[in-house]
């Protein structure tokens, strides 16, 4: 089993910058696709990004060209890169260890490996 915590998050204004990191650890996350999520206060959980075992990655239409995800295996890291946050990013961030590509978008689909989430608050 491998366990997830992320940091990074905070209080930024709109059109700031925040660099989430999600630190793996228990086993190595190269034999895991990651991936991001978040929710946001009275709504569902939203696919935010993901990275494939070989790097490839997707958004949601709502990131996209904001939104940069990365991994590092050597680090044992995945990285969330958010710049030009609007109000509407505000949410609590996670990060997830999966075996699937690509991620499932639904929120009902249940994943097994959740970090225990970073609060990201963007005043506007």
């Known amino acids: 089993q491998v366990q997830l915590v992320e940091s990074g998050g905070g209080l930024v204004q709109a059109g700031g910058s925040l660099n989430l990191s999600c630190v793996a650890s228990g086993r190595t996350i190269s034999t895991y696709t990651m991936g991001w999520f978040r929710r946001a206060p009275g709504k569902k959980r939203e696919f935010v990004a993901g990275?494939?075992?070989?790097?490839?990655?997707d958004y949601a239409d709502s990131v996209k060209g904001r939104f940069t995800i990365a991994r590092d295996n050597a680090k044992n890291t995945a990285y969330l890169q958010m710049n030009s946050l609007k109000s509407e990013d505000s949410a609590v961030y996670y990060c997830?260890?999966?075996?699937?590509?690509?991620?499932?978008?639904?929120?009902?689909?249940?994943?097994?490996?959740w970090g225990q989430g970073t609060q990201v608050t963007v005043s506007s």
């Open positions: 990275s494939s075992w070989s790097s490839n990655t």
């Open positions: 997830t260890a999966a075996g699937i590509w690509p991620f499932i978008r639904s929120p009902d689909y249940e994943y097994s490996n």
